[in-house]
């Protein structure tokens, strides 16, 4: 059976670095780290790593629209017949 990761080579497995951050940003960052119980860094992580993610619904979503205005367009041919 293998050991959990200790704290320490976990933290070993991230680069640190330093963050400059609009005040409101930080702020707004926190929050949400407080309202979901975790830290401002887990918060962090965790938005850029679903970037890809918002970015694959934003262009399902512009898909989708371009297919509600084709079947619009359908409808209307199909109903001035």
Do not use: F, V, W
């Not at 963050?19 to 975790?38: N, S």
């Not at 860094?41 to 979503?61: D, M, T, V």
């Amino acid at each position: 059976m293998q050991t959990p990761p200790t704290q320490k080579s976990l933290q070993q497995s991230y680069i640190k670095t330093a963050l400059r951050l609009p005040p409101a940003l930080k702020e707004d960052l926190a929050d949400a780290a407080a309202r979901a119980g975790h830290s401002l860094n887990a918060e962090i992580i965790a938005r850029c790593q679903a970037l890809p993610l918002i970015e694959q619904i934003r262009l399902i979503s512009a898909e989708n629209a371009e297919l509600r205005a084709l079947l619009r367009e359908l409808l209307a041919t199909l109903s001035t017949k």
